[in-house]
């Protein structure tokens, strides 16, 4: 029947329509060829080396097991680690022995060894602003009685507070003169906020405020108003420092503000915190206090992208590069397989109402209307708790209900063409049913089905993502694009673990997006309307 379909010169017209549409050709093409590069991708990402050439013989680890006793003697039979083989003594003691790896030489359940990302040692300091906070005591006059931590908000050092008018350093409005005053008269008064700005230089601006007050047996003498910074913060500044005490990358403007003085102080630190914990400290740059905290920089997952680890590390150690990868594999075979069965089962359904019509076709409506309106989610969960989540429940249980939207279609084009005079013609003839179906209604039905079929695989791929995103979808360790995401909500300032699977998703739903316009402008028979 589809050597039979291909020969059809409709089908063949609409094919040229297809290759005309150059957007949706070439996608067609990147996006197959894409597939079929990650049916191979033991071959290209993996920890099993290709070839292996070990005492005369060649060994072939990525289509065979071999257990450790094959290169050790040993009487061990788990899989030995390929890497530490090749660098022990034992097999380069034989010029004739090397290992060939993939071009990604990691898998996607492989556990990276920190040590083979381990840099020279180095210390990073990391500069963070903190607001200034003091609290002065006024007495009637106005006059700081006294003072704590509060040389910054008057341009002094904070002994030289005390004795000064705040009036003079700061404007006085007049709630806030009305509050200090309730409170001298030893009034019930509410508690009071507000911002204040310097009317002479440096006009720094901070937040003041007066808790509330509740009258007390022996009236107050000074009333306590407390300084908050309010100007905007900086951001954090990091630094990172080598073993010999010089900064590596361009250093921070921060750094280049400093004093020499608190500068070697921090490059002390910076030595010290290599080989023993160092406790915070406070520097003052330009008005601005900072809480200073070096310590050793160490490996920790997730890893942003190194040379080897092109798109990073995620937060199991593994390489994302292969986990991309693999999970196209998975995500691209679970839509291929999805579809074509819930196609062909939506097909059978919608060809058997649409040409027999009348109370099967009302009594299975009926039937695929309440079976669309079980909750699919639901369903999927209580499955994944009683079984367990696989691939192969998965697929069923997604394949029970996306079956539904292409036998409407069918149905409707089954419906319209069963009273075509060739339909009737066969009918005569005495020709099966199934045969009129199969053979002269659904070759001129097809239409709809492969146009439907490429938003149908993205669709599929998109329900995947989200389950797996969820922690509804394949089970730990599958390769996912979808537990990337759900990793990358974990961590915001991985950017790798946010960036790679969303291009990957954006690229895949683009190229299916293309192929289905395509399909649909070269089965239009009216390609070219205008409305006058």
């Known amino acids: 029947m589809l050597t039979r379909l291909f020969q059809n010169p409709l089908t063949r017209k609409r094919l040229r329509r297809f290759r ?32 292996v050439r070990f005492n005369g013989r060649w060994l072939f680890p990525v289509f065979r097991y071999y257990p450790e006793s094959t290169f050790t ?90 004795g000064r008018q705040l009036d003079k350093h700061w404007p006085v409005t007049e709630p806030l003169r009305e509050a200090i005053a309730q409170r001298l008269r030893n009034a019930q008064a509410p508690a009071w906020a507000g911002t204040l700005t310097q009317t002479a230089p440096p ?52 750094w280049d503000a400093l004093p020499a003085e608190p500068r070697d102080t921090l490059l002390a630190s910076a030595r010290l915190a290599l080989t023993q914990y160092v406790a915070p400290s406070t520097l003052d740059v330009a008005g601005q206090r900072y809480n200073v905290d070096a310590h050793k920089i160490d490996i920790t997952w997730p890893y942003p992208p190194v040379r080897g680890h092109w798109m990073g590390i995620d937060n199991a150690g593994r390489d994302v590069l292969a986990r991309i990868l693999y999970g196209f594999r998975i995500s691209m075979s679970f839509g291929f397989l999805l ?30 209307e309440i079976w669309s309106a079980l909750p699919f989610l639901y369903v999927m969960i209580l499955l994944g708790a009683v079984y367990g989540r696989s691939f192969i429940l998965l697929l069923v249980c997604y394949g029970l209900f996306n079956w539904i939207g292409i036998s409407y279609y069918v149905r409707a084009e089954f419906l319209r063409l069963r009273r075509m005079p060739y339909v009737e013609a066969a009918r005569c003839l005495g020709v099966p049913a199934w045969r009129i179906m199969l053979q002269h209604i659904f070759p001129n039905a097809i239409t709809p089905v492969l146009t439907f079929f490429p938003f149908s695989l993205v669709g599929a791929i998109m329900a995947l993502y989200g389950l797996d995103y969820l922690g509804f979808g394949l089970p730990p360790p599958t390769p996912s694009w979808g537990e990337l995401l759900f990793q990358a ?44």
Not at 208 to 229: G, H
Not at 489 to 513: D, T
């Open 339 to 368: 579809v074509a069965a819930t196609m062909l089962l939506g097909i059978v359904i919608g060809g058997v109402q649409g040409y027999f019509g009348g109370k099967l076709d009302l009594t299975a409506q009926r039937f695929i």
């Open 73 to 162: 003697g040993s009487a061990r039979e788990t899989r030995p680690d390929y890497r530490a083989l090749a660098a022990s003594p034992a097999f380069r003691s034989t010029p004739d022995n090397f290992m060939l790896f993939p071009l990604v030489p990691f898998s996607p359940y492989e556990s990276v060894d920190p040590d083979s990302l381990r840099t020279d040692a180095a210390t990073r300091l990391t500069f963070t602003p903190v607001p200034r906070v003091g609290n002065i005591n006024v007495d009637a006059d106005l006059t700081v009685a006294r003072a704590l931590a509060c040389g910054y908000f008057f341009g002094t050092s904070d002994d030289a507070v005390e």
């Open 20 to 51: 005309a549409k150059r957007r949706a050709y070439w996608s067609f093409w990147m996006l197959l060829a894409a597939y079929v590069l990650s049916l191979g991708s033991e071959l290209i990402c993996n920890d099993r080396p290709l070839v």
């Open 489 to 532: 909500q974990q961590y915001r300032w991985a950017w790798w673990l946010i960036f790679y699977p969303a291009a990957a998703i954006f690229i895949v739903m683009l190229l299916g997006v293309f192929i289905g316009e395509g399909l649909r402008d070269a089965f239009d028979p009216k390609p070219f309307v205008r409305m006058e």
């Open 203 to 254: 006009h720094l601006t901070a937040s003041v405020s007066l808790p509330a007050y509740t009258p007390r047996e022996i009236p107050p003498t000074t009333v306590r108003l407390t300084f908050r910074q309010a100007e905007a913060q900086r951001p954090a500044s990091v630094l990172n420092i080598n073993a010999d005490g010089h900064p590596v990358g361009v250093p921070p403007r921060l």
